[in-house]
T-cell receptor, first 118, second 116 residues
Framework: NAGVTQTPKFRVLKTGQSMTLLCAQDMNHEYMYWYRQDPGMGLRLIHYSVGEGTTAKGEVPDGYNVSRLKKQNFLLGLESAAPSQTSVYFC?????????????????FGAGTRLSVL | AQKVTQAQTEISVVEKEDVTLDCVYETRDTTYYLFWYKQPPSGELVFLIRRNSFDEQNEISGRYSWNFQKSTSSFNFTITASQVVDSAVYFCALSEVANSGYALNFGKGTSLLVTP
């Protein structure tokens, strides 16, 4: 059971470089999310997607772009990395919430990507 | 404004002690969901429990129990007879139905250290 897989696990960038983080899920989930975790801050939502081809901004979207061309993949891009983007990035997915008290909106997380921007 | 407050930043207990992790949330929705996740030193996030706003029954799972009280907007987590393996950061989170595709609003976490 792969679940949610994040690639890469670690990365070091220089300021101004670009990169893409890949999140892949094999659970046929509709919803996917990108969070960042900083010391003492908990996890904060960057972008999210409620289905293939749709994305939306979260709490801290500046400096990031995302794409969801395929249902199983959610890509997070950094066009010009900055030291403030040094963080641990988590991807999560959840099944479609059907509404009401039976909604199944448990989020399943990947193992995280540790990114350092020098 | 912080929607989920975990006032305890760090807690240290000796093995076999009981420990309660506090969580207070804020929402205007009538339908919402509360979660607890565990993050062990290895770094992954492990789902522990989900509770919806219509179900105020307390829940017990082995050594873990949860007390949900809408009147005080609290969803506290108790570990009975703590063990060293319980050492981790614990996050409380809120999911509001009409907000950001059910995304989670996390508290800042409580770091629990259980010593032998």
């Amino acid at each position: 059971n792969a679940g949610v897989t994040q690639t890469p696990k670690f990365r070091v960038l220089k300021t101004g470089q670009s990169m893409t983080l890949l999140c892949a899920q094999d659970m046929n989930h509709e919803y996917m999310y990108w969070y960042r975790q900083d010391p003492g801050m908990g996890l904060r939502l960057i972008h999210y997607s409620v289905g293939e081809g749709t994305t939306a901004k979260g709490e801290v979207p500046d400096g990031y772009n995302v794409s969801r061309l395929k249902k199983q993949n959610f890509l997070l891009g950094l066009e010009s990395a900055a030291p403030s983007q040094t963080s641990v990035y988590f991807c999560a997915s959840s099944p479609l919430a059907s509404g009401g008290i039976k909604a199944k909106n448990i989020q399943y997380f990947g193992a995280g990507t540790r990114l350092s921007v020098l | 404004a912080q929607k989920v407050t975990q006032a305890q930043t760090e807690i240290s207990v000796v093995e076999k002690e009981d420990v309660t992790l506090d969580c207070v949330y804020e929402t205007r929705d009538t339908t919402y969901y509360l979660f607890w996740y565990k993050q062990p030193p290895s770094g992954e996030l492990v789902f522990l429990i989900r509770r919806n706003s219509f179900d105020e029954q307390n829940e017990i799972s082995g050594r873990y129990s949860w007390n949900f009280q809408k009147s005080t907007s609290s969803f506290n987590f108790t570990i009975t007879a703590s063990q060293v393996v319980d050492s981790a950061v614990y996050f409380c989170a809120l999911s509001e139905v009409a907000n950001s595709g059910y995304a989670l609003n996390f508290g800042k976490g409580t770091s629990l250290l259980v010593t032998p």
